[in-house]
């Protein structure tokens, strides 16, 4: 399952339980739109920690790494390089 599958999942089973992962578009503005508040941004950033076992330091913290499911899938494409580089450097 593609990493932009589950966070979709995530997303409309938390935020949006009434639309399906079609409606949700990849790169729809969680933020701007209201779909995610301050506190549902920690809630998603606590569960791709969890979920894809990725530590998310502070320096991450920018709120467009986690805007669209297409930036949330970025960031995880690149903390897991990162991480890679780091364990194998």
């Known amino acids: 399952m593609s990493n932009t599958t589950q966070i979709k999942r995530f997303l409309i089973e938390e935020f949006l339980p009434d639309i399906t992962p ?25 569960w791709v920690e969890d979920h894809f076992t990725l530590p998310v330091d502070d320096t991450d913290l920018d709120p467009n790494n986690f805007r669209s499911v297409t930036a949330i899938d970025a960031f995880i494409t690149e903390r897991r390089a990162t991480a890679g580089a780091t364990v194998g450097g």
């Open 22 to 46: 079609d409606q949700l578009a990849d790169d729809h503005d969680l933020l701007s739109d209201g779909v995610i508040d301050s506190l549902g941004v920690l809630k998603l950033i606590a």
